[in-house]
């Protein structure tokens, strides 16, 4: 317990160390998910599902338009340390003493990412809170030790509540509870098979039940099928951009693409001519950007070709730098401290050998899989964190129109990607270290 508290403690002190005046920042979707804090049938609900408008709520609760702000960057950075010591958990179940477990956690959790996300009113740092939580209790699921039924259901049941209210504040988690229940389903058949059957419907029935509700609404509200339209827009957009556009014909989007004068320059766009792309998705406005029948089109004749131009585009998911805010501070930290804390985890995504993006922490993870995939009590946490994380990634690639988006993408899951990185080598080490009588720990 000592060692959660006080890794907890380091990772908030080091996000409160890069604001210490706790200015929050806005982007151009707070509005949205704002006005949908305020009321829950707003049109933007359509696109903004209600778990990150009502954690705003709540937080308004509690002051004005100036105080509650503050308090949300706040509740965010006891997040991400709270994040933080689910990862420790996780690096203490493989045996590593507790100052390595500490360290990896907070290495994990301090990635400029997390950092730069806390004090943002965006949904990015809960949603990494609840993944985090959903993952750390499919691996103590699948990690054969002495636990009682009774803590197996609970552990089954918070990873299926967690894995909907995740879903409930980014739709693209939808399905993500099935690789965790199958990550699970092939570890613990191994230990564990009474039962297993009931606690996999038990995640995946609560998973359900949680994301049922807002769906009810949003069909009664508004007829509307599908939890948010984002994806829609996103696919659609990046459809227009790789030069499917003729996919299309007849549709609203087409036929607005026509009328308006931008479809002879739709029709001719390849995914590198980002300057015209651009000039005709800003000519979109946001209905016609979410026409379902479109992106039906496109899948219906090419979803192929769209599904192998996107998958070419994975190692850049793993490779974009996180943009660093100017309100990054630091104070006291001399600048070249601050330089190499942001050249230490550029570096572990990705470095530049002239003109090619190598990428690193994509490399980084194949070796670690294949490593730790021999060590028995290294598969837990790397078989559910691959499986969640290669559903994420393929989800988020599938449904992203440009590369910069991925390092906000991407954050989500930055704990979890990196402790599958880490784990191999905090293995080593431990091993190695505990063998030295001065150095052992419990």
Not at 130 to 154: D, E, K
Request: charged share 15%; hydrophobic share 55%.
């Amino acid at each position: 317990m000592r060692a959660l508290l006080l890794c907890f403690a380091i990772v908030v002190a080091i996000l409160y160390w890069s604001n210490p005046h706790l200015r929050i920042l806005v982007e151009t979707d707070t509005e949205s998910y704002v006005n949908v804090a305020k009321d829950l049938s707003t049109r933007e609900a359509q696109d903004r599902p209600p778990v990150y408008p009502l954690f705003l709520r709540f937080n308004m609760l509690f002051g004005s338009s100036s105080v509650w702000p503050t308090l949300v960057g706040i509740i965010q950075m006891l997040l991400v340390g709270a994040a933080a010591s689910c990862l420790c958990i996780l690096f203490r179940l493989i045996q590593a003493p507790s100052w390595f477990a500490i360290l990896g956690a907070v290495f994990c959790c301090s990635t400029p990412g997390l950092v730069s996300f806390y004090y943002l009113l965006l949904p990015e740092v809960l949603l990494a809170f609840l993944l985090t939580v959903c993952w750390t209790c499919a691996v103590l699921l699948g990690t054969p030790r002495p636990i009682s039924i009774r803590t197996s259901v609970l552990l089954a049941a918070v990873c299926g509540i967690f894995s909907g209210l995740a879903t409930l504040t980014k739709p693209l988690w939808l399905l993500g509870i099935l690789p965790l229940a199958a990550a699970v389903y092939i570890l613990r058949r191994r230990f564990a098979k009474e039962h297993l059957a009931k606690l996999l419907i038990l995640m995946i029935a609560l998973h359900a039940a949680i994301i049922l509700p807002w769906q009810i609404h949003l069909i009664r509200k508004f007829n509307q099928h599908n939890l948010s339209r984002v994806g829609t827009t996103n696919f659609n957009l990046a459809a227009i951009r790789a030069g499917f556009t003729h996919d299309g014909a007849g549709t609203p989007l087409y036929n607005f693409l026509d009328r308006s004068g931008l479809l002879p320059m739709a029709l001719a766009l390849h995914w590198e001519d980002f300057d015209n792309f651009t000039h005709v998705k800003d000519g979109l406005p946001w209905e016609m950007r979410t026409d379902e029948t479109f992106a039906a089109a496109v899948r219906k004749q090419d979803l192929g070709a769209y599904a192998w131009l996107q998958l070419k585009r994975v190692p850049a998911f793993f490779s974009v730098h996180t943009p660093t805010m100017d309100i990054m501070d630091f104070p006291g930290l001399p600048s070249i401290g601050r330089a190499l804390y942001l050249r230490m985890y550029s570096a572990v995504f990705s470095v530049n050998i002239g003109a090619i993006r190598f990428p690193v922490f994509l490399l980084l993870l194949c070796v670690s899989v294949v490593w730790s995939i021999r060590v028995e009590r290294l598969r837990p946490i790397v078989i559910t964190g691959i499986f969640a994380g290669l559903y994420y990634m393929a989800i988020v690639v599938f449904l992203t129109y440009q590369d910069p988006l991925f390092s906000r993408m991407r954050v989500a899951v930055e704990p979890m990607l990196f402790a599958v990185i880490l784990v191999p080598y905090i293995d080593i080490v431990s091993h190695k270290v505990t063998k030295i009588p001065s150095l052992k720990t419990s």
